[in-house]
């Protein structure tokens, strides 16, 4: 299929990362719409797709908790609905239409483990989820190996991303603005390296699971490091351990590496590149100074 005749369907359209997305794909010139229809309903999934006629559908749409996780462990019925039952709706309506299947899934489904410790090898794609701390997490990890069975269906597993812009739904701004925030490595995905490599896989057909993060981890006080010398020199944060953290949410929150080899290795055969995280923050807190945010 020429680049010409591909059609793009965004949906959960007025989302954080579809709005990331389309604004990306327009400026590639790509054609591309974006739908708020509800993923768990049949009838309306199966109008919209005859309606736009996509040759690809890219899900951002997914039950994420406001303002945080939190809210699904009190909503279970509601992130079920999306988070399984629409999300597997969807992929089956477009693998009955020939439609690419795009995910924008999570890789908050493992914790650092025995075999994955800080500092050691990351978790890679055939490793088995094992964090449930979280019902938000629970339900992504469950629906991940049920997406992988349709052959059309390509799953992109985001970590904490970052936008160049201080958005509240970036991670970055998330932790500036906490009172205390722990210490410890994760993968990240930095959204100006990632969302076109989406793209590029996507108009490729690829399919199957990626970890979908910048190569290598990052610690908290990495990125705070980096943000105050960067972007805000005046900017001081405290720490707390853990344990602390238990005391002050609800549901856990994973933290692990994720392996990117395969993302890696994958793009390279298309001849992009994705920046170690470190070096992804540098440039990330660079673009925002250019940009006169602080
Ligand atoms: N941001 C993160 O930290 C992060 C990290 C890893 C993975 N992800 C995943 O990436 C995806 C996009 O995240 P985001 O940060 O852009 O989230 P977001 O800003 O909360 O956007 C999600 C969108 O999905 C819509 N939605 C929820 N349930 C739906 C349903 N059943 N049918 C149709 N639309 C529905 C929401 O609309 P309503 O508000 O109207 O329900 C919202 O506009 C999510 O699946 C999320 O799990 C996010």
Not at 14 to 19: E, R, S
Not at 120 to 139: C, I, L, R, W
Not at 190 to 195: E, N
Request: glycine residues 8%; proline residues 5%; contains cysteine.
């Amino acid at each position: 299929m020429s680049s010409k005749s591909l059609r793009f369907l965004i949906w959960g359209g007025n989302g954080w990362i579809a709005g990331h997305l389309r604004g990306l794909l327009e400026k590639q010139g790509k054609e591309v719409r974006t739908t708020t229809v509800r993923m768990e309903d049949p009838a309306e999934v199966g109008r919209e797709l005859q309606h736009v006629q996509p040759t690809h559908v890219l899900n951002c749409a997914g039950c994420t908790g406001r303002p945080n996780v939190d809210w699904c462990e009190d909503n279970k019925p509601e992130t079920v609905r999306s988070n399984v039952i629409g999300t597997l709706n969807l992929a089956d309506q477009c693998f009955q239409r020939g439609i690419h299947y795009t995910v924008f899934a999570t890789g908050c489904i493992y914790q650092y483990d025995d075999a994955h410790p800080i500092g050691g090898p990351g978790y890679t794609e055939q490793d088995v989820p094992n964090f449930t701390g979280s019902f938000y997490s629970m339900t992504k990890g469950h629906v991940e190996p049920i997406l992988k069975s349709y052959e059309n269906c390509l799953v992109l597993r985001l970590r904490m991303p970052v936008s160049d812009d201080l958005h509240p739904r970036s991670f970055i701004t998330k932790i500036i603005s906490y009172e205390h925030v722990v210490d410890v490595p994760n993968s990240n995905t930095i959204l100006h390296d990632l969302l076109p490599a989406s793209i590029l896989l996507a108009q490729h057909n690829e399919t199957g699971v990626y970890n979908f993060t910048n190569p290598g981890a990052i610690s908290h006080n990495e990125a705070l490091g980096l943000f105050k010398e960067i972007v805000r020199p005046e900017f001081c944060w405290r720490n707390f351990s853990l344990e602390e953290q238990a005391k002050v949410i609800k549901a856990g929150r994973s933290n692990c590496a994720l392996d990117a080899a395969k993302l890696v290795g994958k793009l390279r055969e298309y001849g992009y590149s994705v920046p170690e995280v470190h070096e992804a923050y540098r440039r990330c807190f660079e673009r925002m100074r250019a940009a006169g945010i602080q």
